[in-house]
T-cell receptor
Framework: EPEVTQTPSHQVTQMGQEVILRCVPI?????FYWYRQILGQKVEFLVS????????KSEIFDDQFSVERPDGSNFTLKIRSTKLEDSAMYFC?????????????FGEGSWLTVV | AQSVTQPDIHITVSEGASLELRCNYS??????LFWYVQSPGQGLQLLLK??????LVQGIKGFEAEFKRSQSSFNLRKPSVHWSDAAEYFC??????????FGDGTTLTVKP
């Protein structure tokens, strides 16, 4: 079964450093998402992306975050200057269409630890 | 704004016993509802989903969930729990804008 893949599975970075988390969505999917889960807390929506544009973002997704689809297969989340509170599991997800009957499929996640 | 509530933070059941995890939603339109399971350090695995039609939906691993509009609930059930079911379970609602709202999660512990 096709799946969303994410790299790296775990990254440790120093505060203030830039981090890029990578995702390969399911190949025929057109909508892409990033979610975040701080340890012990609920999964939170960050951003949705379609047709090379952000379609919706949460208040968490401030100016230090950016997303990009640099080629036909990858979807990246960049954190420009990491803070301690950015430590979390970041989930990439994708869906064929938006909302409605379109199931969102999640990747395995990338653990980010900021020290 | 839509919201999802999972009233039980932690549930413990004995292996072989039945299980029900509660989920309540608040949403202005027809909700699209999901249950995901997360094992420690792992990603989110889709258990089942409800879009419309039959209000009792079957999922993987022997789970089922029943959508009750009158109670704004989408409770997850399993007739006989296995030790491998110990994990965290998340209920989620999907908006037409493609944004999923998750509940706080329920941690399931299975006693031998």
């Amino acid at each position: 079964e096709p799946e969303v893949t994410q790299t790296p599975s775990h990254q440790v970075t120093q505060m203030g450093q830039e981090v890029i988390l990578r995702c390969v969505p399911i190949s025929n999917h057109l909508y892409f998402y990033w979610y975040r889960q701080i340890l012990g807390q609920k999964v939170e929506f960050l951003v949705s992306f379609y047709n090379n544009e952000i379609s919706e973002k949460s208040e968490i997704f401030d100016d230090q975050f950016s997303v990009e689809r640099p080629d036909g297969s990858n979807f990246t989340l960049k954190i420009r200057s990491t803070k301690l509170e950015d430590s979390a599991m970041y989930f990439c997800a994708s869906s064929v269409g938006q909302g409605g009957r379109n199931t969102i499929y999640f990747g395995e996640g990338s653990w980010l630890t900021v020290v | 704004a839509q919201s999802v509530t999972q009233p039980d933070i932690h549930i413990t059941v004995s292996e072989g016993a039945s299980l029900e995890l509660r989920c309540n939603y608040s949403y202005g339109a027809t909700p699209y509802l999901f249950w995901y399971v997360q094992s420690p350090g792992q990603g989110l695995q889709l258990l089942l989903k409800y879009f419309s039609g039959d209000t009792l939906v079957q999922g993987i691993k022997g789970f089922e969930a029943e959508f009750k509009r009158s109670q704004s609930s989408f409770n997850l059930r399993k007739p006989s729990v296995h030790w491998s079911d110990a994990a965290e379970y998340f209920c989620a609602a999907l908006s037409n804008a493609g944004k999923s709202t998750f509940g706080d999660g329920t941690t399931l512990t299975v006693k031998p």
